[in-house]
């Protein structure tokens, strides 16, 4: 019978085979560079569709919202069948596929971006920060606690994580309730919007919300009381080798209505999985899930991912802190915070599983016990813990060509996308090396000096952004068992990876990300950039473009790097 189930669930799963966008994850400057860009491409799109007058672009700086009216952002993305986001980019994935409010501020931006750091501000930020309500005297208190639990669980953090986390801690929340505030208040996406819902018009992509399972052998975190008892705890187990991050994606064909997902959760263990709880209190003794097959659910999740609810699956995607309540101490923080930093799922899909958690809060007993292993409850945790850019589950879902929209720190850092390849090092602590290489060719430390080699913008008068830069990697797959990858295909990797410098202090500088916003959406569309956007950029975004090749002064340029 399961068999059956197993095997009727992997005729349905193929993979799309062609041209993918891949958006990697980094909080709000990702959701901001990923704006940016489209917003730019957008402009430069429309302007070279509206007319082959040279002098027309040439003015492309003017706010021009009469000739803008047609503009049509969705048509950027039109080359794309499917879209693989991560963490902050599945936000904005989110929001661009399921609210017309943000598309409109994108069109707002691609006609008018010398005001988009306006733009950005009054529709973006200040409706998140008045929803948030989150004050500074709130936050003193556990200002160093913060600081430090980033460091310890994600290294050096980088500005933008610090900076969630403080808002997040600030606000006293569940990670759900986090996200769930962010969509409605910037998006109007609301709490019920579920994944096959009708997106907005123009949008029919494959999406793939790309996240991970959090598997540690035993010790993960459901519940601790703040003098350690009762604590309730989980663990995985299979026969054969199991990372603690297994990496995993929900897929929509969007618009799909209550469909299945049209592509596999997980790459298909050769042997079940088994969750294991443990309960640390009277009487609550210990329950088990019996074997999983398929999804760690037994097909329920991917039966139901078009009813599953937007906000929590993009949660998912986003959990930053979520490998958290796989350590003692950090569950110790958590629970003195009372924070909750996963997002759980099991076999009656994610409400359930978050009533499950709740009730466990208030106290701890056997029918409870019983109720998480018949349930298979377990977290998912954000996607930067498998693969944080989105490459490797593009390429699992069958692409062969990758478009990576990478946002980094100042400088045109490598480190994300060498991690891949070939003798590359994992970046993040604790996640698992054995998840890698994706890639067996070529190294990773040819990749690290393509990225030197990479084309960049001319940037003028840009505060926040420190580089655009662009090119391509030829790159051949390894077998790669844990993402569910075949070895020897060929995939290539066009990738544009936007730097900024976002010196955020505390709560009053937010207005950063919108302009960082608008100077990559300048810089895009800047007339001194024009031919190199134009034959190597628009190709990649608009192939209706390829006529205007005809147009340029040079041919275009197509750099091969490997
Ligand atoms: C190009 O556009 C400019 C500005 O709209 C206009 O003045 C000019 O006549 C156009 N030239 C041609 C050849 O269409
Ligand atoms: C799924 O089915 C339920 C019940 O029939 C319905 O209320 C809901 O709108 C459907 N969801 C989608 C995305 O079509
Ligand atoms: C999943 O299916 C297997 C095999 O049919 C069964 O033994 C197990 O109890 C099921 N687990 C859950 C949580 O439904
Ligand atoms: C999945 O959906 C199919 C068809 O609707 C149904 O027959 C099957 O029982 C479902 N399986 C699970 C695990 O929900
Ligand atoms: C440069 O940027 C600043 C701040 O964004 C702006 O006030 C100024 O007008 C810009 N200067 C030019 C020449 O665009």
């Known amino acids: 019978m399961a068999l059956l189930v197993r095997l009727a669930l992997l005729a349905l799963l193929r993979p799309t085979g062609a041209v993918t966008l891949a958006l990697q994850g980094g909080g709000i400057r990702a959701l901001a560079s990923d704006a940016g860009l489209v917003a730019g491409i957008a402009r430069v799109s429309h302007l070279s569709h509206l007319s082959h007058n040279e002098s027309i672009y040439k003015q492309s700086g003017d706010s021009d919202q009469t000739k803008m009216d047609t503009l049509n952002v969705m048509r950027v993305l039109q080359n794309f069948d499917t879209v693989s986001s991560v963490s902050g980019s599945s936000w904005f994935a989110a929001e661009l596929f399921f609210s017309n409010s943000f598309v409109e501020l994108l069109k707002g931006i691609a006609s008018s971006p010398f005001t988009a750091s306006v733009q950005f501000d009054q529709q973006w930020i200040q409706p998140w920060l008045l929803a948030t309500d989150v004050q500074e005297p709130k936050f003193d208190g556990i200002q160093s606690l913060v600081r430090l639990w980033v460091k310890l669980l994600l290294g050096t953090g980088d500005e933008d994580t610090i900076f969630l986390a403080q808002f997040f801690f600030a606000s006293g929340l569940s990670w759900n309730h986090f996200v769930d505030v962010l969509l409605k208040s910037t998006a109007g996406i609301s709490v019920n919007r579920q994944m096959g819902s009708t997106p907005v018009s123009g949008a029919s992509h494959t999406w793939l919300v790309d996240h991970t399972v959090l598997l540690p052998t035993s010790g993960a975190c459901i519940r601790q009381g703040k003098l ?133 809060q208030s106290h701890v007993d056997a029918d409870l016990m019983s109720e998480l292993g018949k349930t298979a409850f377990h977290a998912l945790i954000d996607g930067g813990f498998s693969d944080g850019t989105g490459i490797a589950q593009a390429v699992s879902a069958g692409a062969s060509e990758v478009v990576v929209v990478l946002n980094s720190f100042s400088t045109n850092q490598p480190e994300y996308v060498a991690q891949l390849f070939q003798g590359g090092t994992v970046v993040k602590p604790a996640v698992p090396k054995e998840l890698f290489p994706v890639f067996q060719s070529p190294s990773a430390s040819a990749v690290q000096t393509a990225f030197t080699e990479f084309e960049t913008l001319k940037l003028h008068n840009s505060s926040y952004l420190k580089v655009i830069a662009f090119g391509k990697i030829q790159a051949t797959t390894a077998e790669n068992k844990f993402f569910g990858i075949q070895g020897g295909r060929d995939v290539t990797l066009n990738i544009i990876n936007i730097c900024s410098e976002l010196s955020i202090g505390f709560f009053a500088n937010f207005e950063n990300y919108g302009h960082l916003v608008q100077e990559v959406a300048l810089t895009i569309s800047d007339p001194a950039n024009r031919d190199v956007v134009l034959s190597q950029l628009m190709p990649l975004f608009d192939s209706s473009l390829n006529s205007f090749r005809s147009f340029q002064s040079t041919p275009p340029l197509r750099r091969q790097f490997i």
């Open 228 to 360: 350690i008892f009762p604590r309730v705890t989980y663990g995985a187990a299979a026969d054969g080798v199991l990372p603690a991050y297994l990496p995993a994606k929900f897929s929509i064909k969007l618009g799909s209505g209550n469909s299945s997902a049209p592509l596999s959760y997980i790459a298909q263990p050769e042997e079940p999985i088994q969750f294991n709880f443990r309960g640390l209190c009277l009487g609550c003794g210990s329950a088990s899930s019996g074997a999983l097959y398929v999804d760690m659910a037994n097909g329920s999740l991917i039966n139901s991912t078009g009813a599953f609810p937007v906000v929590q699956t993009v949660a998912a995607s986003s959990a930053v802190f979520g490998s958290a309540i796989g350590g003692f101490v950090f569950s110790e923080i958590a629970a003195q915070l009372t924070a909750e930093v996963a997002v759980w799922i099991g076999t009656k899909g994610f409400e359930a599983a978050d009533e499950l958690y709740d009730t466990l």
